[in-house]
């Protein structure tokens, strides 16, 4: 029934292969995807994993370094894999111990590993076992136990209803005793347990005692309390005195003040001309972003001591509870096992890393980690730290936390090659623009983020288009103008050969995004700019028209990036956030390789101190890159995203 | 009986000046004496020195790092290299090293160790291994080049400049995987596809230093500016060879990885 199973090291040598019969495809592209999508983005927290009509199921042996992996049709459900597997790596490790504790890469190459009779020999008990079990007949009225109880034993102590119970009792199991007997059991068996449980809650008193001598408590603090409740009453009447009028500032005396209109926005015959005041445009040195982003610097300043020092008083409470669990063992034997441990030949079990799990899990929630990514992180290190043996005079918790560092770094890796600037020089060589959308929720900094991706394009040499497809959003429109003058501003036509380097597509407010997009790529491969960068709404993840149109502008322009715009401050929203906005993404296009979210710009990374947990959230979530993190509001405030000073912070105390 | 003397006199030197008092011990020894002591420290020195050279030169570069992008073969190559056996492989998730007999005259051995190509794991991997490479194998898979060269050039880029391995500069030796596919291309296309590559990548990446300080990671300038990037403007010296792991006959038969045994022989 296994259509494969396979033993291999984790350096990837396959030691041994099953194939099942009839089964012609190979095995290493679904366990590949595996090894990929699980095992690598630390996602091994639960042990199965589907592949096209494959279901896959695996077990780590951290001990020898090995990988067992099993695949089966997934329309069929086989109670019998989990112990199978179980059963297999116990006795591939019992019989190959010798060969596997040599040192080096070459034990797998040498040694032969004859696994095949064996195999099928625990196959075939497992598949027998799981026959064995007939169905269990229910048994009737007569046999089970209600048939033996008295009814003045279930009788419950209300009155009352009691009575009336009784009755439908009785006639119910009039009626039912050759049927569901085991039904009628169950329900008879919870509501003696909760008459139980309301038995030794109240001491034996029944429930009308209860509600009496609740009353009796209530009246008892109604004629204490009565006296401050007559006080307060009296200052009530003084109160409701004459209306007095409310004096605004401005009171509609100074109207010309008032007046807004002309100084700034809707020209659009400004469009060529310089305001005075972007000339005074303070502290921006052009051309200092030429080139690659720089990485996030991670600064740690005394200020923020006082402030740990209370993250970590909170932390130490939680940690406080936990660790009263997890107290009760150890004692002698934990100090024997210390010994050990430090010796260096223990093997790490599940409950030495408990503890020390709990712990790290807590001080990713503290830093802003998401609660359930948090949860699944510490599931992943369990596993792959579990048999491992630890190495001389290391800590369990020093094991643990170094594991963990990897893992996050590893995370935030990119997955792919990040590389803007070449990716849009390829898009030029043939001769079309390069399309970045921006998508997100209302207020992360999108158009803010914009504009000083666009001032890093032009500073490396590119010419942008600015499409406003926010038609919502009063000011949205003037807001991208603002920038589109000081940009051009900045950099101006003169110096770069008489076209303006930045140029806004817009047609006002309340239009199609989509129609609006599309005009602008095309104006823009007519124009021969070399990117497109489409500002959307902000739009929250639960509003369903809204989503729909943002998929259909994705669907119908086909953008070469689509970028989702997370602020750093989210906490636990942004799986809720990422997630909505995938789901939207694949369930509105019409072709079966939706379009998803291909990179996020992680924005207000400088109002976080090092509660940088945002960063690992989003891309566990996705399993895409963080393209840009901006770091401030003015435009050189744009940065890479450096995974080692993120994880720095991350995992400092 | 003098060496009595001066361990006596030693002793009661707490009071005086040290140094004043040994001085005057030593001369009032004979020469040869004195002579004696200069030579012995003098053959502990040179000892001690010679001894540290010694481990220096053991704990430094022996490796022979396999390094590609996932897929290209490199643990196949490792195992071809080792016992000239086909194994079947998977995606590695961790590195495979051991030590490898070169097959030239002096019978030297070094240690060959197979990092994974996999994009979240090379980084980590290549950190831990930069410093002590000797060569590195960059193996390509010829068949998909044409699709994947700008992230072959990218992975090439950030490893030639890292500063430890500019430093250092390592034989680089390009092996042109899967040559048994008839789509693949030929070690002289891909350098002149990675040579192009590589300077497109110098301006974009390397623009920033004119303008920044104390960036992270690559302040290498890669050749000569001005010129074209080719390898031969790198200080390590670079060889291009076509090799196929599966070999012609597959799973059967030997590997085609004779170029790559010979040139690993020069190391």
């Given at each position: ?5 396979a033993?291999?090291?984790k ?14 495809e190979?095995?290493?592209?679904p366990?590949?995807a ?8 630390e ?18 042996d ?16 086989l ?21 596997l ?29 799981s026959?064995a ?54 329900k008879?068996?919870?509501q003696?347990?909760?008459?139980k ?25 109604q ?6 409740e ?8 003084q ?19 008032l007046?807004?209109?002309g100084?700034?926005?809707?020209n659009?015959?400004?469009a ?7 000339t ?18 991670y ?17 130490r ?10 107290g ?32 790290m899990?807590d001080?990713?929630?503290a830093?802003?980690v ?15 730290l ?15 936390k170094q594991?963990?560092?990897?893992s ?12 803007i ?8 060589s ?5 399309v970045?959308?921006?998508c ?24 942008v ?64 700019f ?10 929250m ?15 119908v ?20 956030q ?6 939207a ?19 207000k990374?400088?109002?976080i ?7 690992i ?13 901006g ?23 | ?20 008092s ?34 220096g030169?053991?704990?430094a ?12 073969g ?7 290299l ?6 079947r ?6 590195e ?41 194998v ?16 990218e992975f ?13 500069a390592?034989?680089?030796v ?21 040579e ?20 992270v ?5 890669l050749?000569?500016?001005g010129?074209?990037?080719e390898?031969?403007?790198?200080p ?32």
């Amino acid at each position: 029934m296994l259509d494969f199973f396979a033993i291999f090291s984790k350096g990837g040598i396959v030691l041994w292969c099953f194939q099942g019969a009839g089964v012609t495809e190979s095995f290493g592209g679904p366990v590949n995807a595996l090894i990929r999508s699980v095992i690598l983005q630390e996602r091994s927290g639960n042990n199965s994993f589907t592949h096209n009509a494959l279901s896959l199921k695996y077990k780590l042996d951290n001990e020898f370094e090995l990988v067992f992996v099993v695949g089966f049709q997934k329309i069929l459900t086989l109670t019998y894999v989990d112990k199978f597997i179980d059963d297999v790596q116990l006795h591939f490790r019992d019989r190959y111990k010798n060969e596997l504790e040599q040192r080096g890469a070459l034990k797998f190459l040498l040694n032969n590993f004859e696994f095949g009779d064996d195999f099928h020999i625990l196959l075939r008990e497992a598949e027998g076992s799981s026959k064995a079990k007939a169905p269990v007949s229910m048994r009737t009225f007569n046999e089970s136990q209600k048939s033996q109880k008295t009814v003045k034993s279930m009788i419950e102590t209300k009155d009352g209803d009691k009575s009336k119970e009784q009755v439908g009792k009785k006639s119910k199991n009039a009626k039912k005793e050759g049927e569901k007997s085991g039904g009628d059991q169950a329900k008879a068996a919870a509501q003696t347990a909760s008459k139980k449980a309301v038995e030794t809650g109240n001491g034996g008193l029944t429930q009308e005692e209860i509600i009496e001598r609740n009353r009796a408590k209530f009246f008892s603090k109604q004629l204490g309390g009565a006296k401050p409740e007559k006080s307060s009453k009296s200052p009530k009447p003084q109160k409701p005195k004459g209306k007095m009028n409310r004096v605004w500032d401005m009171g509609g005396k100074r109207i010309a003040e008032l007046d807004y209109s002309g100084t700034n926005g809707d020209n659009s015959s400004d469009a060529q001309n310089q305001d005075p005041d972007a000339t005074a445009e303070p502290l921006i040195q052009v051309d200092s972003m030429k080139g690659d982003l720089r990485g996030v610097d991670y600064e740690s300043s005394d200020d923020d001591d006082d402030e740990d020092e209370e993250v970590q008083e909170e932390d130490r409470v939680v940690v406080a509870n936990t660790n009263k669990k997890g107290g009760k063992k150890g004692g002698f034997g934990g100090m024997f096992g210390m010994l050990k441990g430090l010796v260096g030949s223990k093997n790490l079990t599940q409950e030495d890393m408990e503890p020390v799990l709990d712990k790290m899990r807590d001080h990713l929630i503290a830093k802003n980690v998401a609660a359930e990514i948090a949860s699944q992180l510490c599931n992943s290190v369990a596993k792959k730290l579990e048999g491992k043996v630890m190495g001389t005079f290391t800590t369990v918790a020093s094991t643990v936390k170094q594991a963990l560092q990897d893992s996050l770094v590893q995370i935030l890796q990119p997955k792919r090659r990040v590389d803007i600037l070449r990716d849009v020089l390829e898009a030029r060589s043939q001769r079309k623009p390069f399309v970045i959308t921006f998508c997100g929720v209302n207020g992360v900094g999108k158009s803010t983020n914009l504009a000083k991706i666009s001032y890093w394009l032009i500073e490396n040499g590119f010419t942008v288009l600015i499409a406003a497809c926010d038609t919502f959003r009063a000011g949205a429109v003037e807001q991208l103008r603002t920038h589109q003058r000081r940009l051009n501003s900045l950099h101006p036509p003169e110096k770069h050969g008489g076209q303006p380097t930045v140029q806004l597509f817009e047609k006002g407010y309340g239009k199609d995004a989509a129609g609006i997009a599309m005009e602008a790529i095309a104006f823009a491969r007519n124009q021969g700019f070399d990117v497109v960068l489409i500002d959307t709404a902000g739009r929250m993840q639960d509003n369903a028209p809204l989503m729909t149109a943002l998929a259909k502008l994705i669907a119908v322009n086909t953008p070469d990036l689509v970028l989702f715009v997370g602020e750093a401050l989210v906490g636990n929203e942004a799986v809720d956030q990422l997630v909505k906005f995938n789901q939207a993404l694949a369930d509105h296009s019409k072709t079966d390789k939706p379009r998803l979210i291909d990179g996020i710009v992680l924005t207000k990374f400088d109002t976080i101190d090092d509660k940088v947990g945002a960063a690992i959230s989003m891309t566990y979530i996705t399993g895409q890159p963080i393209v840009f993190v901006g770091t401030g509001q003015t435009y050189s405030d744009l940065r890479s995203l450096n995974a080692r000073a993120v994880v720095s912070a991350l995992m400092k105390a | 009986m003098e060496n009595e003397k001066i361990h006596v006199d030693l002793e009661d030197f707490s009071e005086e000046q040290f140094m004043e008092s040994f001085m005057r011990e030593i001369q009032s020894e004979e020469a040869v004496f004195i002579l004696g002591i200069l030579v012995a420290l003098a053959l502990v020195i040179l000892t001690v020195v010679f001894f540290g050279n010694f481990w220096g030169s053991s704990k430094a570069r022996n490796a022979v790092l396999l390094l590609g992008l996932c897929d290209s073969g490199k643990t196949l190559l490792f195992t071809r290299l080792l016992l000239g056996k086909f194994v079947r492989t998977q995606t590695s998730i961790t590195e495979n090293s051991t030590t490898y007999k070169s097959k030239n005259d002096r019978g030297s051995s070094w240690t060959l160790i197979d990092v994974p190509g996999h994009e979240s794991l090379r980084v980590q991997i290549v950190e831990k291994y930069k410093a002590v490479a000797r060569a590195i194998v960059f193996v390509v898979d010829s068949s998909i080049f044409q699709k994947d060269v700008r992230d072959v050039a990218e992975f090439l880029y950030s490893i030639l400049t890292d500063n430890v391995v500019a430093k250092n500069a390592p034989t680089l030796v390009v092996a042109c995987n899967k040559q048994d596919i008839s789509m693949a291309k030929s070690a002289k296309l891909i350098q002149q596809q990675l040579e192009k590559e590589l300077n497109t990548l110098r301006m974009t990446r390397s623009a920033a230093l004119s303008s920044q300080d104390g960036a992270v990671g690559g302040s290498v300038y890669l050749g000569k500016k001005g010129k074209d990037f080719e390898f031969s403007q790198l200080p390590n010296r670079v060889e291009f060879i076509e090799c196929s792991a599966l070999g012609s006959k597959g799973e059967d038969g030997d590997a085609d990885i004779h170029a790559l045994e010979n040139c690993l022989a020069k190391i």
